[in-house]
Each structure stands twice: as C-alpha cells, then as structure tokens.
C-alpha cells in the first residue's frame, strides 16, 4: 500500500486560510469516505481533527473543515492562528483486507 | 477516560529483539481493533500492525511482515508487538493506537526504539 501523496510544506499568515491536499487512489480515498486528518506538534501524539471526510470531534474548532473530491481529499484551516503551526497527516482506510495508509504528511508554518 | 500506555522501547541491536507492551484503560478493551503505528525521527507515520477485538484477524505492513508479531491479552487489557530481526531502519517512536475511522481515535504517547550498534 503506498503513501498517500501531500504537499511536503505549506504556509500562511495569521488569519489567511490555507488548504492541504491528499492525494489517493480508487483502492482508498477514492472509494470510501473514511478520511481523517491529523495534526501533530513536535515531540507529541497525533491529534485527530476531521474524520469520515468533514466531520470534527468535539472540542475542534469550525475553523478546520475537510473535502474530498475524486481521489483526493483536503484539509482546509481558515483564519489561521499560530497555534495551529504543525504538521498534518491525512489517513485513509483502504479495505477490510489492508491495513489504513497515512500521508507522507505537510508541515504548516504560520509567517 | 481512555488511556493507552505504552512501554519496552529502548536501544537494541540490529538483529535483535524487543518487546513492546500497551496498557489500555477507560474502556471495554476486548471490544476494540487496536493498531501499531509508528514515526522514524524526522519522517512520516507509517501503519506497522492491525488486530482485531478477539486476536483472530491481523494484518501487518509490508517492512515488517515475517519480524513483526502482534497480540493482545483481553484479560488483562494489553496489546504487545514483538520485534525480532531489528534493522536500522526499525527505528522509530511506536504508538499504540485505537482507530477506527470515526471519531474514537485514541493514541498513546509513544515509545522510542533505537536498532543501533
């Protein structure tokens, strides 16, 4: 199972919006809306901020919203903060038969 | 409140073995698929393991099928990985996770593995 593809850094200034892609196939993302993303700190676990494509779990800002369109599925954060410089990671499941496959993950900086 | 506490990390040598243990608590363990997930310093998370609730269905990646065992004690609330025919490219912080696609995600805090000589 291969990585799924994300852009290896993006960036924005506080208050921008900015928009991190994941790209699949149509044996993952493309086939099942059971995409998440995750944010990550240094030195910390995995957060997960949307799943099942656009939903949040309680406690996560409406400021991080998902889509997904074809094989490729994207993380979109609006008014951005500098807390929320990080690294994210989409996951998509992949079949009863595979295990998930992570994105080789996008490291946000906040200018 | 859910809490996955991982443990046997360490430094070993390339060909070695290790044993890596997972403490679950806050939930019904024996309900619920439990992962291996892990990070090499600096790089991406890669899927190492899957079992299901009753231990009867497992899958493995690739780089590690034929080393790699996983298990779980339902008795006693613990998922192990153990590691044999450790390589450098073994080395990496190991999560032991709950994931299910929906919204009852829960990780640990990790434990560092170093394969060196």
């Known amino acids: 199972q291969s990585a799924l593809t994300q852009p290896a850094s993006v960036s924005g200034s506080p208050g921008q919006s900015i928009t991190i892609s994941c790209k699949g196939t149509?044996?993952?993302?493309?086939?099942?809306?059971?995409v998440s993303w995750y944010q990550q700190h240094p030195g910390k676990a995995p957060k997960l901020m949307i799943y099942?494509?656009?939903k949040r779990p309680s406690g996560i800002s409406n400021r991080f919203s998902g889509s997904k369109s074809g094989n490729t599925a994207s993380l979109t954060i609006s008014g951005l903060q500098a807390e929320d410089e990080a690294d994210y990671y989409c996951?998509?499941?992949?079949?009863?038969?595979?295990?998930?496959?992570f994105g080789g993950g996008t490291k946000l900086t906040v200018l | 409140e859910v809490q996955l506490v991982e443990s046997g990390g360490g430094l070993v040598q390339p060909g070695g073995s290790l044993r890596l243990s997972c403490a679950a608590s806050?939930?019904?363990?024996?309900?619920?698929?439990m992962n291996w997930v892990r990070q090499a310093p600096g790089k991406g998370l890669e899927w190492v393991s899957y079992?299901?609730?009753?231990?009867?269905?497992?899958y493995y990646a690739d780089s590690v099928k034929g080393r790699f065992t996983i298990s779980r004690d339902n008795a006693k609330n613990l998922l192990y990985l153990q590691m044999n025919s450790l390589r450098a490219e073994d080395t990496a912080v190991y999560y032991c996770?709950?994931?299910?696609?929906?919204?009852?995600?829960?990780w640990g805090q990790g434990t560092l593995v170093t394969v060196s000589s």
């Open positions: 996770a709950r994931i299910d696609f929906g919204s009852d995600d829960y």
């Open positions: 806050g939930f019904i363990f024996s309900s619920y698929e």
């Open positions: 079992i299901s609730p009753s231990g009867s269905t497992i």
């Open positions: 149509s044996s993952d993302v493309g086939s099942y809306n059971l």
């Open positions: 099942e494509v656009t």
């Open positions: 996951c998509s499941y992949a079949g009863s038969r595979n295990l998930g496959v």
